[in-house]
């Protein structure tokens, strides 16, 4: 803990010593105080106590020998950005950031996230028993408070006040540095700088096999510009976790397997299916009309629940596309969240005969690639059979981050799973937190135990976002896009026919 802050010990004689400093607002505590050598055996008294003065303040105060002023500069594609901050310059309490987006977040924080500390009382069901919500009490709690101070170590609006975030810093300790690290992300993605980290491999010939072992054997085979920050690392792995977490289920050279203990028999049986239409053998066909072949249908994946995956850049689905040869993609983003802010960049189409469910096609991208986008529930989509009939060897589900089992979306997926279910192609889902990947694998597991089989058992997903994100709503909810991965589909049951033993055995009666 920084000594220019007060530390527990100097709280309590702070709080013992509270009615003879009430007449005065502007107490404070000196800062030779807090400091190491300050700490004997012995309490400091109230005299002591009563001498030095200083204004409290919740926000985190830092020094800096000459401001920074944005310049104007041209970036190598030759587009003038604005730099805003430098590489040494990104950390900011988020009240006194530059950044005005950053500003309007802090006081959202105000106004919505509570102090997590054991005294005050629970404001929500606790997600699990790491969570910190878990430690309150509705009997012996007082109020909750919203969050008013900022921690000086991550510039994070925490705890209602300083005494909470000092009495409880053990439990914030495990999470600051991971704070402070989403902190300077966040400053970095709107520094203005140049990324070349968002500048992505080009096609590859199929003769180079990428190796999907982790991001780092990823990057290298795929012949991307090296990235040698770790800052660097986790921006382009934020973009990317979104394409190569499908592709590193669905392709033949995935790190997942039944050695491993992720892949189940059945997913293997049911992913073979699959990957047999993404890795066809070559039929000798060309570019020419005497060397012409009959195309297989594209595979169609089905992104359900669709809303930060939706708006990514074409170029970062292109990068799934790059590792399966003469295939052809459709991908579907279906939930009425999947245009959120692009409407005045795509207004939704009138809803015709021809177009009923007002469908973005966007299918100039590539002629291995077609995206529609669907403002829309699944459940009414296929009670209508608009993508009927289902194929396992060309359709999978996906479910980015779903919520099965959250109460807060639970009812969404009601009419949703039986559905998915009855198409018997896979589903693939990700979690932010080990415990949020528990809560729906449970959840499944209860309610429709008897009708599905896991194919791939829950685990950490090996191309995981590796940078951090806040919850606005409980700042110490720190999460990782698709932090978890497991998949399942509709039960298939195997039948044999009983009229062939009967002729058989009645021609041996005769």
């Not at 020094?63 to 104007?72: A, D, R, Y």
């Not at 077609?370 to 993508?387: A, D, M, P, Q, W």
């Not at 599905?452 to 700042?475: A, H, T, V, Y």
């Amino acid at each position: 803990m920084r000594p220019s802050y007060t530390c527990s010990r100097c709280l309590s004689a702070l709080k013992a010593a509270r009615p003879q400093l009430r007449p005065s607002p502007a107490l404070r505590l000196p800062r030779n105080l807090c400091s190491p050598r300050s700490h004997s055996t012995k309490a400091p008294t109230a005299a002591k106590l009563s001498l030095p003065r200083r204004s409290i303040s919740s926000t985190a105060s830092r020094q800096i020998g000459k401001p920074f002023e944005p310049f104007e500069y041209v970036d190598p594609e030759g587009i003038t950005r604005k730099l805003m901050l430098t590489k040494d310059n990104l950390f900011h309490s988020f009240t006194n950031s530059p950044i005005p987006e950053i500003r309007k977040r802090a006081a959202l924080m105000r106004q919505h996230a509570y102090c997590p500390h054991p005294s005050h009382k629970p404001t929500r069901v606790a997600a699990g028993p790491t969570d910190l919500e878990a430690r309150k009490s509705s009997e012996t709690g007082t109020a909750p408070a919203h969050v008013d101070f900022e921690c000086p170590d991550c510039g994070i609006p925490v705890y209602c006040c300083e005494e909470h975030w000092a009495d409880d810093y053990e439990a914030h300790l495990e999470v600051c540095d991971n704070m402070r690290q989403a902190n300077e992300d966040d400053h970095d993605l709107r520094s203005g700088r140049y990324f070349k980290e968002f500048q992505f491999a080009d096609w590859q010939i199929e003769e180079i096999l990428p190796n999907m072992t982790n991001w780092d054997a990823f990057l290298y085979t795929r012949d991307f510009d090296a990235l040698n920050e770790d800052q660097e690392m986790r921006q382009a792995t934020k973009l990317l976790t979104y394409p190569m977490t499908i592709a590193s289920v669905i392709n033949e050279l995935s790190p997942y397997n039944i050695r491993n203990g992720r892949f189940t028999p059945e997913g293997l049986k049911s992913f073979s299916a699959l990957r047999h239409s993404l890795h066809p053998p070559r039929s000798g066909g060309g570019d020419s009309w005497k060397n012409a072949r009959l195309a297989p249908p594209p595979v169609r994946l089905f992104v359900l629940g669709a809303r930060a995956e939706a708006s990514l850049p074409r170029a970062t689905w292109m990068q799934m596309v790059y590792l399966f040869h003469r295939v052809q993609f459709s991908i579907n983003f279906i939930g009425p969240d999947s245009m959120a802010n692009r409407e005045k960049e795509l207004p939704l189409p009138e809803r015709t005969p021809l177009n009923p469910f007002g469908a973005v096609v966007e299918d100039r991208l590539s002629n291995a690639l077609k995206i529609s986008t669907y403002v829309e529930y699944y459940h009414t989509l296929h009670k209508t059979g608009h993508f009927a009939p289902y194929d396992p060897y060309f359709d999978c589900f996906v479910a980015f981050h779903p919520g099965f089992g959250n109460p807060a979306t639970l009812h969404e997926w009601e009419e949703t799973i039986p559905l998915l279910l009855e198409t018997k192609c896979p589903v693939i889902a990700t979690g932010y937190t080990p415990d949020d990947v528990m809560q729906d694998y449970n959840h499944l597991q209860q309610r429709y135990g008897n009708e599905m089989d896991i194919l791939l058992n829950p685990g950490e997903n090996i191309f995981k976002s590796q940078r951090w994100d806040l919850n606005d709503l409980d700042p110490h909810n720190i999460t990782a896009s698709n932090w978890g991965l497991y998949a399942f589909r509709g039960k298939r049951y195997e039948t044999t026919r009983k009229d062939e033993e009967k002729e058989e055995h009645s021609d041996r009666t005769e």
